[in-house]
């Protein structure tokens, strides 16, 4: 089954983390990612306390009650809604790093490089890949927006449609990385990965579940980058040579 094989390309992102000859392009998008996610989560959890501390003085006692059920729903939102929006911030900052790691996993997967660019090329090529992360954050936001009203004022529906979006961006922001170091358009990536949905979602909803597990969270980015090139490899890559 394809959902199942998606989830399966994700995990096997974790065993390459340690992978000799490997290590070293994980240990970059891995640092942003622990400094990045742990410092926000420390101020995110302090905005929260601090706002329920101004909502408790503004409830009559009569209602304080209402605070128990805030906090849970206050959660679940955030956790629908901040690792996404946090992952597409911390993957514009890493982009070249998780384009170089990669190249890096395809190499090792294939035995064969994509190019034979030095440092100085690969420095050059930045912009575009900046470029790249620009265009997927402009073809999330607005989507975004939308369903994020959604999740709020349906409920369940809402919800269940946000959970769809949030997993196929994860799907669409990670399996960019290989696309783009064939210079892929991001427009054929997309088709491409349409065309085995069942994939695209399984991916994406491993990768879902895992961005929202506290400290679990910090070694997904290296993970899923390793994962959705091996995906690439074993799924995509013979209808571009």
């Avoid at 090329?121 to 890949?129: A, F, G, N, T």
Wanted: hydrophobic share 50%; glycine share 6%.
């Amino acid at each position: 089954m394809q959902l199942t094989k998606g989830m399966e390309y994700f995990i096997a992102g974790f065993s390459m983390l340690g992978q000799k000859g490997l290590k070293r392009f994980v240990f970059i998008p891995l640092l942003i990612n622990i400094l990045l996610f742990g410092s926000s989560l420390f101020f995110l959890f302090d905005w929260l306390t601090q706002g329920f501390e101004y909502l408790r003085s503004m409830l009559p006692s009569i209602l304080s009650w209402l605070e128990w059920l805030l906090w849970p729903l206050a959660i679940v939102i955030i956790l629908f809604s901040y690792s996404m929006v946090f992952t597409v911030i911390t993957n514009f900052i890493a982009a070249p790093f998780n384009g170089l790691l990669s190249e890096k996993v395809e190499m090792h997967l294939t035995g064969q490089k994509i190019n034979d660019d030095g440092f100085a090329e690969i420095l050059k090529d930045v912009p575009r890949m900046i470029g790249r992360e620009w265009t997927k954050l402009k073809y999330y936001l607005p989507r975004a927006i939308v369903f994020f009203f959604m999740l709020w004022f349906l409920p369940f529906i809402g919800q269940l449609l946000w959970i769809l979006f949030t997993c196929w961006m994860y799907n669409v922001q990670y399996n960019d990385y290989p696309f783009d170091n064939h210079k892929i358009s991001f427009n054929q990536m997309k088709q491409d990965l349409k065309g085995q949905q069942g994939l695209s979602y399984g991916f994406g909803f491993a990768v879902f579940v895992l961005t929202a597990i506290p400290f679990v969270n910090l070694i997904v980015m290296p993970a899923a980058v390793c994962g959705a090139t091996k995906l690439w490899v074993e799924n995509y890559r013979n209808n571009y040579r």
